[in-house]
């Protein structure tokens, strides 16, 4: 037994849990907290100048390293995190969130900067503590990362009144169970029946389809995925948000799907399988183009594997569903397939032939820009050419997100490419880049839209500061592009008139936090200033202006359909 104060307990159980970072800004009710950090704990602090950038980072962080990410964030900042927290919430994404508060029942005094915290998270949590003794935060912490990593991941928040980081208590139970340290925690497999139904149906099928959401990439699936699509034969397709489960040039690679970056050829493809096969997927409306993509439910064998019970079957009707951790249960799948089916031959299929010229005919269309404004095709198209293997991109929703959805290319199996496509707020992919520029060595580059920077300018010095690589690419448009593609394309609104804003010098704002800065004008520019950036180690920022979503219309289904009636510029 020793007696430890709490912040001191806090910080051992952190270092036990492998933890290496934390992301947060400071505050009154934090100062305990951060007096035993400096004096005992090598864990790095990343000081952020917003908590919701804290939160967003946090998010992206864990998303890249597989392992829980830590936020903190004080009391008067407590409701700035709800938009990271909800997205990783949404997202499958496991952050144990600290939020300092004032002494216990001061709120009902009306305490400066007091608030019911726990009702706040408990909506967007898996669970939400309330640390009231010092003598429990070594077994409440042990419950937070295993019920953050566990089944499917997502937040949980611990409350932290601010006694608690100098109360003290007898402490002997100061261990951590090594395997909550990385996600998923457990793997668990399929019911063995159901298993055996799905690969029936697989083999049975004529034009069968794989389908993987980020849940494949959340167990870390990619390599059973590509081992049974090579076995049977079996296209795979990916939502944005699962983009990279397989490397995306390989021959049974579709690419992604859906009305966010899917194209012609990828959407008809799973339009006329007669069996789709969802991994990790919650097929949302994004994915599914508002739940159209497959026509007819009926025409069709739909089979659905996720560690999420509510996830299995909610949009479509399922031969099988089957409920697991979708690595180790594709895992088994394989092992009972190459045990029963030992003289399997399926028909090769290769889908490059058809993927390149797709994507040749989007990069060889030379549709004319609006005057003043530059190809955001053409610098994707770049971008894809020059990014080295160990870079991470991260994107806004929006213009920023749908070009490299489609079109760039990632070739080696892992989530390089993160967008926040769960909830899509504002403000995401700078946040993300910092994230993930602490989780990894490689160049970040953030792309983001004028609508989007305006959220988080204040964290470029967060950035500068690092001393990280870090190239932000704002598509600018001064308006909110994909609300004005909305409303013109789809709502017949001749001119909205809540999305358009005033132009300002972004080039000169990023100047002013020191920031390598270049302007985009001409598509021969492109591929110049793309490698200075990504070879300068610091922090860059890249402005180009593009045309708004209703000038030029992108990968969106509905909004293409629109363009051809109206005869209007589209890619697809």
């Given at each position: ?13 952190l270092?036990?849990?492998?933890v290496?970072?934390?992301?947060g800004l ?22 952020t ?30 409701t ?20 300092s ?10 305490g400066?900067t ?14 939400s ?30 409350r932290?009144?601010?006694n ?18 990385e996600y998923?925690?457990?793997r668990?497999v399929?019911?063995?029946g ?8 697989l083999?049975?099928a ?9 849940g ?7 390599e ?26 390989h ?21 006329d ?7 990790g ?8 183009n ?10 069709k ?5 996720d ?10 009707p ?7 951790d ?37 990069f ?6 609006p ?10 198209q ?16 929006g ?5 490299p ?14 967008t926040?496509?769960s909830m ?7 946040p993300?880049g ?7 060595d ?22 500068k ?13 001064d308006?909110?592009?994909?609300i ?5 394309l ?9 999305t ?7 080039v ?13 004008t ?16 610091g ?8 045309p ?16 051809k009636e109206?005869?209007?510029?589209y890619?697809?």
């Open positions: 037994m020793k007696k430890m104060n709490g912040a001191e307990v806090i910080l051992r159980m270092e036990l849990h492998g290496e970072h934390v992301f400071p505050g009154e009710t934090t100062i305990g907290w951060y007096k035993e950090w400096q004096k005992s704990s090598d864990i790095k602090f990343v000081l100048r917003d908590e919701r950038t804290a939160s967003y980072a946090a998010e992206a962080y864990a998303k890249i390293t597989g392992k829980p990410a830590v936020l903190e964030a004080p009391s008067p900042g407590v700035h995190c709800t938009p990271g927290i909800t997205e990783a919430y949404l997202s499958s994404v496991p952050v144990i969130y600290f939020s508060d004032i002494p216990i029942n001061q709120d009902k005094k009306h400066l007091g608030v019911d915290q726990t009702a706040m998270y408990e909506s967007i949590c898996k669970e503590f309330y640390l009231t003794n010092v003598s429990e935060i070594p077994f409440l912490m042990r419950r937070a990362f295993r019920v953050a990593t566990s089944g499917r991941p997502a937040p949980v928040h611990i932290v009144p601010i608690i980081f100098h109360d003290e208590a007898e402490i002997g139970d100061l261990y951590a169970d090594p395997d909550y340290r998923p925690a457990h668990p399929a019911d063995h159901k298993i055996r139904k799905a690969i029936d149906l083999l049975a004529k034009k069968p389809v794989m389908v993987c959401g980020q494949a990439l959340i167990s870390k699936a990619g059973a995925v590509l081992e049974l699509a090579e076995l049977l034969q079996i296209p795979v397709g990916t939502t944005t948000p699962g983009k990279g489960t397989i490397p995306e040039t021959p049974l690679a579709l690419r992604v799907i859906g009305a966010r970056g899917g194209m012609e050829y990828s959407n008809a493809y799973v339009h399988a007669d069996a789709v096969f969802f991994i997927s919650n097929t949302d409306s994004s994915s599914t508002h739940w159209k993509l497959y026509g007819d439910p009926q025409t064998a739909f089979i659905h594997l560690i999420a019970e509510a996830h299995i079957g909610n949009n479509f399922l031969k099988v569903g089957m409920v697991g979708a690595r180790a249960s594709l895992e088994y799948m394989i092992e009972l397939i190459r045990a029963e089916h030992p003289d399997i031959q399926r028909p090769r299929i290769d889908l490059t032939e058809m993927k390149q010229t797709a994507l040749n005919a989007v060889n269309s030379n549709i004319p820009m005057e003043g404004t530059v190809s955001p095709v053409k610098l994707t770049a971008l894809d050419k020059l990014l080295p293997a160990n870079a991470i991109v991260t994107a806004e929703p213009v920023s997100a749908i070009y959805s489609a079109l760039l290319s990632v070739r080696e199996a892992g989530r390089r490419y993160i926040n496509y899509g707020a504002l403000g995401y992919s700078v993300a910092i994230g993930a520029a602490f989780a990894s490689g160049p970040v580059i953030s792309f983001t839209g004028d609508g989007s920077l305006a959220f988080v300018l204040g964290d470029f010095e967060t950035i500061r690092s001393g990280k690589n870090v190239t932000v690419i704002l598509t600018r448009n308006n909110y592009g994909w004005r593609g909305e409303a013109i789809l709502d017949d609104v001749d001119a909205p008139w809540t358009d804003f005033g132009a300002v010098d972004y000169k704002v990023a100047e002013g936090f020191g920031f390598e800065t270049a302007r985009i001409s598509e021969d520019q492109i591929e110049d200033i793309l490698s200075a950036a990504i070879a300068n180690p922090a860059n920022f890249i402005e180009m202006m593009v708004s979503q209703d000038k030029i219309i992108p990968f969106v289904p509905p909004w293409v359909e629109a363009a109206r005869k209007l510029p890619f697809y």
